[in-house]
């Protein structure tokens, strides 16, 4: 039998592995914690500019929360003029969340979209990913923004055995990103919904034009 003496011995030294682990463990993240927090700006600068190529400038303009998610917009410059917009999103999949950017025009008209992560079905809801998907945005507005089965040229034909996945991209992530937008910069659009999500994700009737005066303009700025 172990003896009491032998337990408590035991149990000292686990205590002290615990300790030094978890000291060892805290180490390693003050010594990381900076180089992963640089990787990642790295990381939103490139998609940024690589979403918006025409830019020679890009500014943070503020922060909203699709689905209760941390997310930012952005104007792009070009020789110090407004080019256009960049919006960070979410939708909810089938699978779970689903990480975006889109990129639009001063008319709110869609000019690229970007999937930054998702975990949607490989072979039916990864087709997301795929130009022959996202080519289909380019050049529509806010209320073209509805997913169809079967060939369309006015809103978004769905990836065939992924409705829910072209929903969650259409419908939610970019059609509430756009909505924001118009929202928060003004009611300048092509075609304007009735109501948009504000900054925290619910609806408000869309403004009419004026300045963007809450945003926090300049921030953040990344230039090419």
């Known amino acids: ?6 337990i408590t011995g035991i ?10 682990g978890g000291l060892f463990l805290a180490l390693i993240y003050v010594k990381t914690k900076p180089v992963i ?5 790295s990381a939103q600068k490139l998609a940024l500019t690589k979403i918006m190529p025409e830019a020679d400038a890009i500014e943070k303009i503020g922060d909203w929360k699709p689905h209760e998610q941390n ?85 978004i034909q769905a990836l065939s055995g992924a409705t829910i996945s072209s929903r969650a991209v259409t419908e939610d992530a970019v059609k509430n990103a ?12 092509l075609s304007v919904s009735k109501e948009s999500p504000s900054v ?4 408000a009737a869309t403004p009419s034009v004026k300045n963007d005066k809450k945003s926090g303009k300049g921030d953040t700025a990344y230039g090419r």
């Open 71 to 155: 997310a930012e917009y952005y104007t792009a410059k070009k020789a110090s003029v407004t080019c256009g917009y960049i919006v960070e999103t979410y939708g909810k999949g089938y699978s779970g969340f689903i990480h975006m950017l889109i990129a639009t025009d001063t008319l709110y008209r869609i000019l690229r979209i970007s999937v930054l992560s998702h975990s949607e079905t490989p072979g039916l809801g990864d087709g997301i990913e795929t130009k022959s998907f996202q080519n289909q945005f380019s050049g529509k507005t806010v209320d073209q923004m509805k997913v169809i089965k079967g060939p369309t040229t006015s809103n």
């Open 200 to 203: 925290d994700g619910s609806t």
């Open 37 to 41: 927090s640089q990787n990642m700006i």
């Open 1 to 6: 039998m172990i003896s009491n003496k032998e």
């Open 11 to 20: 149990t000292l030294n686990l205590v002290i592995i615990y300790l030094i």
């Open 178 to 189: 756009l909505a924001m937008l118009i929202n928060v910069k003004g009611s300048n659009a």
